[in-house]
């Protein structure tokens, strides 16, 4: 079965500091993955979206996730952090293979970011 | 203006009481969804529909029907709602497959 597992529930940084937001998937071919953020009171919106190829995906705001078929991770990253990026991410997985356009979605990681 | 409209926002209902929540897109969109958000369990998917009256179950669509008589509308209904459909409601839309979903701001149901 497929699934996604989002480690950490809650993550605090400091302002101006780097990100990483963990990722891991269960699923037996290469899926589709995704990283999805939601603001308060808001549905979620697209970050990034790894379908093949350089394994460095580049999404919007600076974010950027790396896909490790090895590691079956695909984690998020930030070079430095804004205030305005706390929010709620999750990580998505679409089972390519099966037809399906069902997205998989992980629990989510609130991430606080203090000033 | 690309928009995934729901109404209402907020509702409360009481126990055995049917419901509907309503999902508007303006992009004609063919693929349209269903999911509800709780706490510690991220999104679970309710209902896909592929077009009008082209609907398939989620992982979770005991309790809820669904109806997509329009392209751009999209219904999901409880009959007889239950406490433990107490949540957050999300519909979303795609132009293709599931390469990127725009999301509504959500419904946040109680059933007392």
């Known amino acids: 079965a497929q699934s996604v597992t989002q480690p950490d529930a809650r993550v605090t940084v400091s302002e101006g500091a780097s990100l990483q937001l963990r990722c891991k998937y269960s699923?037996?071919?290469?899926?589709?993955l995704f990283w999805y953020v939601q603001y308060p009171r808001q549905g979620l919106q697209l970050l990034l979206k790894?379908?093949?190829?350089?394994?460095v995906v580049q999404g919007v705001n600076s974010f950027e996730a790396e896909f490790s078929k090895s590691n079956s991770s695909f984690h998020l990253q930030k070079a430095s952090v804004h205030w305005s990026d706390s929010a709620v991410y999750f990580c998505?997985?679409?089972?390519?293979?099966?037809?399906?356009?069902?997205?998989?979605f992980g629990s989510g990681t609130q991430l606080t970011v203090m000033p | 203006d690309m928009k995934v409209t729901q109404m209402p926002r907020y509702l409360i209902k009481r126990m055995g009481e049917n419901v509907l929540l309503e999902c508007g897109q303006d992009?004609?969109?063919?693929?349209m969804y269903w999911y509800r958000q709780d706490p510690g369990l991220g999104l679970q998917l309710i209902y896909i529909s592929y077009d009008v009256d082209s609907n398939s179950e989620g992982d979770i669509p005991k309790g809820y029907r669904v109806s997509r008589k329009k392209r751009e509308h999209f219904s999901l209904i409880l009959d007889s709602a239950k406490t433990n459909q107490t949540s957050v409601y999300f519909c979303?839309?795609?132009?293709?497959?599931?390469?990127?979903?725009?999301f509504g701001h959500g419904t946040k149901l109680s059933v007392l």
């Open positions: 979303a839309s795609s132009l293709w497959g599931n390469e990127r979903l725009f």
């Open positions: 992009m004609s969109h063919e693929t």
């Open positions: 699923y037996s071919a290469t899926p589709y």
């Open positions: 790894y379908y093949s190829g350089d394994p």
């Open positions: 998505a997985l679409s089972p390519a293979s099966s037809g399906s356009w069902q997205l998989i």
